[in-house]
């Protein structure tokens, strides 16, 4: 056991917070938040992102609100509940949150050092996000197909843009994903690819929420009310 | 489909004499300072030392000098809207109304985009840091990436001189008019594809700086230890946090209407225009205060070191920032009461409105009372910070005015209206960031400006403002409405012209300017400032050398209360130890210099063309050029440079031995006094 001072000393670790610290030598060491000089890299990388998620959701804040002021301006078209199929978003929502679940585990294998098992998850993650981008891919063409497309009302135009900023996201997430797999795989565990690997976790697992809100919003009380 | 989309040789308006002076002046300039550069050889220099720089101080300086390139830009549209004015009375002036709309389009984005903010994010870039007492920001190299997707906004809406034409629609492209059946040329997509690019450099810079605030700052450093203009800067950053993916989504979804048929804003099949009034509001009642929050910021550095005294009120400055920041959320809609959102709505939005006003009023409060007392000295920073107290306070009455719905619906798009917010826009931000100009050239270049060519621009500039928008108020009162190309109202006439006299009074100002720099860099060997402490400062950014060494500090300095190195000259003054014990100098650990901001803004730059003139293939390869960049950047081994521990006490020994001679006179001084 060591003694409370020594917990203390720089390079150690008393919140346990699994990283240790990189302002070695006339730094006092950690937190930022309050006074003892600036936070260690892995605070201010994570801290950073968090922020760019928090305008990313602000972004989408803003196409909510609009998709909820012309969600009745249908233009004499057809509007929710003729349009959305349940069974369909049920298993794009399953496909999503199964995909996080797995970028869950690729976490724990980052975290146990395993290359093999986080290879292996991280492409099942990315195949479930592909399943994911298909299902929509379809549902957008089908719903140009039955002349539902944008162009047709104001609803419309807002569904597409709302549902399709999101599918965006997805697929620039998987070019992260692919990205990052490479990455893994030929620069090891290093500690900025950690990092890195941090900030895609983050933003999978936002575009789970995201998606909870558009399936609630939009699908869910699209096709409940009348 | 043509190859090169919508561009052909029509785009080149060779017709128009007035636009073909504006397109050529833009190529002559870039032409010849490219081949300037490439003659005298200064290319290698400026790629290693700044295109490539990812130092908070470079980049700052960069930013400043984008924005007093753009002013120049903007200013230049501002006279030909002044002169177009003066002698269009019962006549149809020198410029044609679709010639006429462009300017003053131009120049409201110009001015608020690509001058005020680039000139308020530079000046953060710069002093943030140093005065947190740490090396560098949060993130250094997506800072590069910040800057250099705001030159590529200013370089597309300047393109649009040469190839196209710019937006007819105003600052803010209101549809219905923006939409592709009234404004069916590039002119909106220009606009809307440099604000969408310059937008995400100034979302980075703003998670940035929220960052680089609220996590790193020198050991000791509490909130309430912050330096005013930290303060400000984080206000504001937050500020750009919330607003600008609303800018971004916002437009985005105008382009969509104007590219894909989307119907958002068409008032057909179900659009409605008023979401869009509404949603760009959301973000522009925030940008007016992302732009004036730094400006207070700057105001309070200068003025508490001009008047020798500690900020009045400290923690009442920081709680009034803090409920400016929340408060400007809550105002959009006083932009359009007209939109008749009925009285109770109006009623609400007008209220708060005029709320917001005082947390300003407990500002200029608290700086008048550290004026108090203390013993003022005139220089040129402080007149600027005057000046903008006796204006801004007018400014802001206006304001409180046309928050009043019923005044409203009779000042409302009157040049009562542009008045007050050019009272705010150019006494308030524009005043505070040429006091930060002059107050900190010197801690950038390691000389300070000439004073007396410093303190006639000041006059010239606020006689300048007074006697152009002067009138302004009273051309409202007599119900002048803006954005007229010609007129018939005789009483407008003479007010006009003395507007038009107002901006050749603030030309002068600007000459004056021009000649203060030159005049002061041929002399700058009699005016170095040895010392880093030409004002006798009381932040941290004073205690280092001018210019400060590439790691800012040789060791992070303990922070032990809230004007730290007026605490560390006090002491050592009071002591007569002159001279702290040396500290154990240790290597330092710096980020290296990065190409993939300016890489990065290159192919910005191909992609933004490329989709305003429809060339998809070029889209296609710009974004396939962006992605490539942040793979090859991700790929790097070596990210950080090690300055060897004898180079750090090299460059502080000399630091010190400088300051200490200053202390000392300093403390002569202080004993003659006491005697």
Known sequence: MSSPSSALRAGSDPYHLGHHNEWIGTEPEYTGARSGGPAPKRIVVGYGFWIFILSDVIMFSVLFASYAVLAGNRAGGLGPRDLFDLRDTAAETALLLLSSFMCGMASLAVAWRNQLWTQITLFITGLLGAGFLALEAREFTHLVSIGAGPTRSAFLSAFFTLVGCHGIHVTVGLLWLGTMMAQLLTKGFRENIRHRFLCFTLFWHALDIIWVGIFSLVYLIGTILP | ?675
Not at chain 2, 524 to 535: F, N
Not at chain 2, 585 to 608: K, L, Q, W
Request: proline share 5%; aromatic share 14%.
């Open chain 2, 1 to 675: 489909m043509h190859i090169l989309g919508k561009l052909t040789w029509d785009a080149v308006p060779f017709d128009q004499p007035v636009a073909m002076v504006g397109a050529a002046v833009v190529i002559i300039v870039v032409v010849g300072v490219a081949a300037l550069v490439l003659a005298k050889g200064y290319l290698p220099y400026l790629w290693r030392e700044w295109i490539t720089s990812v130092d908070h101080k470079r980049i700052g300086i960069m930013y400043c000098i984008l924005a007093l390139l753009m002013l120049a830009r903007a200013f230049i549209d501002a006279l030909m809207m002044r002169a177009q004015q003066a002698v269009a009375f019962h006549a149809p002036g020198y410029l044609p109304p679709e010639h006429f709309d462009q300017i003053f389009s131009a120049h409201g984005t110009l001015m608020i985009f690509f001058v005020a903010m680039p000139f308020v994010i530079g000046l953060m870039n710069f002093a943030v840091p140093l005065q947190l007492g740490v090396r560098d920001v949060a993130f250094p190299t997506l800072n590069s990436v910040s800057f250099w997707l705001t030159a590529t906004g200013a370089l597309l809406v300047n393109l649009s001189l040469v190839a196209g034409e710019f937006s007819r629609t105003g600052w803010l492209p209101y549809p219905p008019l923006s939409e592709l059946a009234y404004s069916p040329d590039v002119g909106v997509d220009y606009y809307c594809w440099a604000i969408e690019i310059s937008g995400i450099g100034t979302l980075i810079t703003g998670i940035n700086f929220v960052t680089t605030i609220l996590k790193t700052r020198a050991p000791g450093m509490h909130y309430t230890r912050m330096p005013m203009f930290c303060w400000t800067s984080l206000a504001s950053c937050l500020l750009i946090v919330a607003a600008f993916p609303i800018l971004t989504a916002t437009l985005a979804m105008l382009l969509l209407d104007r590219y894909a048929g989307f119907h958002f804003f068409t008032d057909t099949a179900g659009g409605n225009s008023m979401l869009f009034m509404n949603l760009i509001w959301a973000w522009g009642h925030l940008e007016v205060y992302i732009l004036i929050l730094p400006a207070f910021g700057v105001y309070s550095e200068v003025v508490s070191t001009f008047a020798a005294k500690p900020l009045f009120g400290y923690r009442s400055m920081v709680i009034a920032t803090m409920a400016i920041c929340l408060i400007s959320f809550m105002v959009w809609l006083h932009h359009f009461f007209t939109m008749g959102a009925g009285g109770d709505v109006n009623a609400a939005f007008g209220i708060a409105s005029m709320i917001i006003a005082i947390p300003t009023g407990v500002k200029i409060f608290n700086w008048m009372f550290t004026m108090y007392g203390g013993r003022v000295r005139f220089t040129s920073a402080m007149l600027w910070a005057i000046g903008f107290m006796v204006s801004f306070v007018i400014g802001g009455l206006t304001g409180v005015m046309l928050a009043m719905p019923t005044a409203d619906f009779e000042l409302h798009n009157s040049l009562f209206l542009v008045a007050h917010f050019h009272n705010v826009i150019i006494t308030g931000v524009i005043f505070g960031v040429f006091a930060g100009y002059s107050y900190w050239f010197p801690k950038a270049f390691g000389f300070v400006l000439d004073e007396t060519l410093g303190k006639w621009a000041f006059w010239l500039w606020f006689i300048g403002f007074w006697v152009a928008w002067g009138p302004g108020y009273a051309l409202g009162l007599e119900g002048m409405t803006r954005r007229l190309q010609r007129y018939d109202v005789a009483e407008w006439r003479p007010l006009l012209l003395l507007a038009a006299v107002g901006v050749l009074i603030m030309l002068a100002g600007i000459l004056v300017q021009l000649l203060q720099l030159a005049v002061s860099i041929r002399t700058r060997a009699q005016r170095r400032d040895l010392t880093g402490d030409p004002w006798n400062g009381r932040n941290l950014e004073w205690a280092v050398a001018s210019p400060p060494p590439h790691f800012n500090f040789a060791v992070l300095p303990q922070v032990n209360n809230q004007e730290p190195y007026w605490d560390m000259k006090q002491r050592a003054i009071d002591s007569g130890h002159l001279q702290t014990p040396e500290p154990h100098y240790e290597p330092i650990v710096m980020p290296r210099n990065s190409a993939t901001g300016f890489v990065c803004a290159v192919f910005a730059t191909v992609t933004g063309f490329a989709l305003i003139w429809h060339i998809w293939w070029l889209v296609l390869l710009g974004l396939a050029g962006a992605y490539a960049t942040f793979v090859v950047f991700a790929w790097r081994d070596v990210q950080e440079h090690i300055i060897p521990a004898d180079e750090v006490a090299r460059l502080d020994r000399a630091n010190r031995a400088a300051r200490s001679q200053a202390l000392s006179r300093m403390r002569a001084d202080e004993l003659v006094v006491h005697e």
